[in-house]
């Protein structure tokens, strides 16, 4: 049998399908049919609602070296599973309970409904760091003023020739302050604090970013980032999963109150979610689809909506999920339609 190249669907998707696989088998083995249920739902809906993640993940991706691409499927994908959907919430918990991390872990062992509410209270920071986090983002990528390609021309246009370097995050900040001075909102200074966490931890890791990527190109001659500049796109992309998946671990508990349950469900997903990123970038995707990193930003702003729209009303995350995958579809759609043009117009 002939090897398979690097970038072979199968080579790139085989360890997340033997994981889930193998998973899937210990927990409807030990667990039953109804907890193989629920870890199934899990996976889905992390798969399905982070789909643009893994558009923006491409993006950032390609720019790295291949050590720093398996950096983030390896240790990544450690950091999304046990840092991200099990220790975060739990060091969440005891600091905005006031409990030692010793009774939080004993919580979700033996009292996981008050866990959940104990999560849940925390809302409102958790809420108001990824959406104005996610809110950064967006705004930034539609007011780039160096963008080529447009998508929807009567939103974009507009708003990249009114552009300034500043403005991004000045539009994001009068929007924060906003929502914290809104009377509706059961914890201003909770949502300012976190939410301008959220801004300057954004505009850091840019940043960095950007100055590590600009001295190894002048110093080096680099095209793809390695070293510390590779070292921050990684940071950078940690950052993005945590702001994407906040809210997914509340929810997953409408669906199960089991901690370990939700950690496997929703870790899985993760690993999901990288295996197609690192195919998305194999496959220079987002170069065959040009409009479908708009659709991802898009889709980033409606969930940064309904983050922030969180802080007030319950506003169900799957909402948001919808609206993105219909909107990403349509990014397709418009790409592919773009292409059959462009490859039908006669040659000058």
């Known amino acids: 049998m002939p090897r398979l190249k690097r970038d072979h669907p199968l080579r790139i998707f085989f360890i997340s399908g033997l994981i889930t696989l193998l998973s899937l088998a210990a927990?409807?083995?030990?667990?039953?049919?109804s907890a193989l249920f629920i870890a199934t739902v899990l996976i889905l809906v992390e798969v399905t609602f982070s789909f643009e993640n893994a558009i923006i993940n491409a993006?950032?991706?390609?720019?790295?070296?291949e050590f720093?691409?398996?950096?983030?499927?390896?240790?990544?994908?450690?950091?999304?599973?046990?840092?991200?959907?099990?220790?975060?919430?739990?060091?969440?918990?005891?600091?905005?309970?006031?409990?030692?991390?010793?009774q939080v872990i004993s919580l979700t062992i033996n009292n996981p409904d008050k866990y959940a509410h104990e999560l849940e209270e925390a809302h409102v920071p958790i809420a108001a760091f990824g959406g104005m986090f996610l809110l950064m983002l967006c705004l930034h990528f539609f007011f780039d003023s160096n963008r080529k390609v447009h998508w929807i021309n009567i939103i974009e246009k507009?708003?990249?020739?009114?552009?300034?370097?500043?403005?991004?995050?000045?539009?994001?900040?009068?929007?924060?302050v906003f929502i914290s001075m809104l009377p509706g909102n059961p914890a201003p200074n909770e949502t300012f604090m976190a939410g301008l966490l959220g801004l300057v931890t954004y505009v850091a890791m840019r940043g960095l970013t950007h100055f590590f990527s600009r001295h190894q190109s002048t110093h080096k001659g680099a095209a793809l980032k390695?070293?510390?500049?590779?070292?921050?796109?990684?940071?950078?992309?940690?950052v993005l999963d945590a702001s994407f998946s906040f809210d997914g671990v509340i929810e997953a508990f409408a669906v199960t109150k089991d901690v370990l349950l939700i950690a496997i469900g929703l870790g899985i997903g993760a690993l999901w979610v990288r295996s197609l990123t690192i195919f998305m970038v194999e496959h220079r995707v987002l170069h065959a689809y040009r409009f479908l990193e708009h659709g991802a930003h898009y889709t980033i702003g409606v969930l940064a909506t309904v983050m922030l729209t969180g802080i007030?009303?319950?506003?169900?995350?799957?909402?948001?999920?919808?609206?993105?995958?219909?909107i990403v579809g349509a990014s397709i759609i418009s790409s592919l339609r773009a292409s059959k043009q462009s490859k039908n117009l006669p040659l000058a």
């Open 27 to 33: 927990i409807g083995g030990y667990l039953g049919p």
């Open 226 to 238: 390695t070293g510390a500049a590779g070292f921050t796109a990684f940071l950078y992309l940690e």
């Open 59 to 65: 993006k950032v991706l390609s720019t790295v070296s």
């Open 312 to 326: 007030f009303f319950d506003v169900p995350e799957i909402a948001a999920g919808v609206v993105g995958l219909m």
């Open 158 to 176: 507009p708003m990249q020739d009114m552009s300034r370097w500043w403005l991004y995050s000045a539009v994001s900040f009068a929007i924060l």
């Open 68 to 102: 720093w691409r398996k950096i983030f499927i390896t240790v990544g994908i450690l950091i999304a599973v046990v840092g991200m959907r099990l220790v975060f919430p739990i060091v969440i918990v005891a600091i905005t309970a006031g409990l030692p991390m010793d």
